[in-house]
């Protein structure tokens, strides 16, 4: 959607790809309709960058996190961590040069937080120690390179000091005619970015790397980012930006109306008084005969594989908790504006998903209404979750989030081929964080 928006200045309504699937379909559904999309596209109001204003204010989605850390302390659950291992010789010379460029590319890098007399603000700060740590590691030593990464987690950020993020360099002592092995673990606090941002870092880190060193496969020059993150986040105070959330809000509140139910399942304790984020993740794999068949069965149906599964959860749930109304959680991108797919920032926010099981509904009826209502909503995401709960007035409660207390995602891992870091082979770690955000989550990979 983003990248029509670039391209072609259009601005094309997301029901329309769904209910196109086809890509020679849409392209004639684009044809016929280019002058009414592109009037759309040129109604939107652009986003100017602006270097004369050092301090902008903070997006919706920062300043709740700045009140968390505030107030309750800093909390493992909104860093994200990344790391992998490099088969051969990492220059850590030209590693901080391509980091130093990367943070100049980023303002996110760079970026602090600060309250100024109950304005909350974030500030691009020309210079800074780039928090870039190498360690040696070998065999020999009591502590794992898997303790090493997790502990590495547990640091907390102090984001009013120094940008909130930090990549450690693991060399492995290796032995006399083994190849030199490097592990790069990078962590980021939550507020100066999302998963999104995460593979960003990583992927634009290696193509720097890699023209740093000259490597003829290196992947193509990066383009300039036309604006940042704090340019984002003040162009939401816009007279048009904050028509379209008023929109999204008549429609989140009706979407939304009535008690918020707390979900209900039989745990074998009562919930404590001060929500806590520790948590533990269990991992299975579906069968491929499983995965064939859902993939099947929603393509009969006419909807994509996310309804069914969401479908199956909601139902579950509600079985567990004997509440037909189950609210769940839904990680959005929201990146569907001109120029933000390749720029760091808190962009994604959380759609809460309300499909009341009805006994008469036949499972394809269902589906069918469950597809609706995520499409529907994907078309009013731009309306930053704490803002909603804001406007329902939800009443606020130390024992559990607001709204829902349940996620689910669906996350679809590139098919291209991981070709290594600059030339050398590679691999991803999994990382475990034991956080948990809220009571129960179900993520698909």
């Not at 999309?37 to 996190?65: E, F, N, V, W």
């Not at 502590?143 to 120094?162: D, G, M, N, V």
């Not at 005619?177 to 998963?195: E, Y």
Request: charged share 20%; with cysteine.
């Amino acid at each position: 959607m983003a990248r029509l928006s670039e391209e072609y200045g259009i601005d094309l309504p997301l029901k329309v790809v769904f209910e196109t699937p086809v890509l020679a379909d849409l392209a004639c559904v684009i044809e016929t309709n280019y002058e009414a999309y592109q009037q759309s596209g040129q109604s939107q109001d652009l986003i100017i960058a602006d270097t004369t204003i050092h301090k902008k204010p903070m997006h919706s989605t920062q300043q709740r996190l700045w009140f968390m850390e505030k107030f309750n302390g800093s909390s493992r659950a909104y860093q994200l961590n990344s790391a992998f291992t490099i088969e051969g010789h990492l220059d850590r010379s030209v590693l901080r040069r391509a980091l130093e460029k990367l943070a100049l590319r980023q303002h996110s890098l760079r970026t602090i937080f600060g309250d100024d007399d109950g304005e909350l603000y974030q500030e691009v700060v020309s210079n800074v120690d780039l928090p870039l740590y190498f360690h040696s590691t070998s065999h020999a030593q009591e502590i794992t390179l898997e303790e090493r990464l997790y502990a590495a987690t547990q640091e907390p950020f102090a984001l009013s000091q120094k940008p909130s993020w930090r990549i450690n360099v693991y060399d492995n002592q290796s032995n006399v005619g083994q190849k030199p092995q490097s592990t790069v673990q990078l962590c980021m606090h939550h507020i100066i970015g999302d998963a999104w941002s995460l593979n960003i870092m990583m992927q634009e880190l290696h193509a720097l790397y890699c023209q740093e060193i000259n490597l003829q496969s290196a992947p193509a020059p990066l383009t300039k980012l036309p604006f940042q993150f704090g340019d984002f986040s003040a162009w939401w105070q816009s007279t048009q930006a904050q028509q379209q959330l008023e929109k999204d809000s008549q429609y989140w509140q009706q979407q939304l109306s009535g008690e918020s139910p707390v979900l209900s399942l039989p745990t074998d304790f009562p919930r404590p008084k001060q929500q806590g984020f520790e948590g533990q993740r269990l991992r299975f794999t579906l069968s491929e005969s499983l995965v064939s068949q859902l993939q099947s069965t929603s393509l009969k149906q006419g909807v994509t594989a996310f309804t069914p599964l969401l479908s199956a959860w909601q139902l579950l749930l509600s079985r567990y908790s004997n509440q037909s109304d189950v609210r769940v959680g839904i990680p959005v991108a929201n990146r569907h504006h001109a120029h933000t797919s390749h720029l760091m920032g808190y962009f994604a926010s959380t759609q809460v998903m309300r499909s009341p099981l009805v006994a008469l509904d036949t499972v394809s009826e269902y589906w069918h209404k469950s597809s609706q209502t995520l499409l529907d909503a994907q078309e009013h995401q731009n309306l930053p979750f704490e803002q909603l709960v804001d406007i329902l007035k939800v009443p606020r409660s130390t024992t559990h989030s607001p709204l829902f207390q349940t996620l689910f995602n669906l996350i679809q891992l590139p098919t291209t081929k991981d070709n290594g870091f600059a030339g050398m082979p590679s691999r991803r770690l999994t990382m475990e964080d034991n956080t948990a955000i809220t009571d129960l989550s179900l993520i698909h990979i």
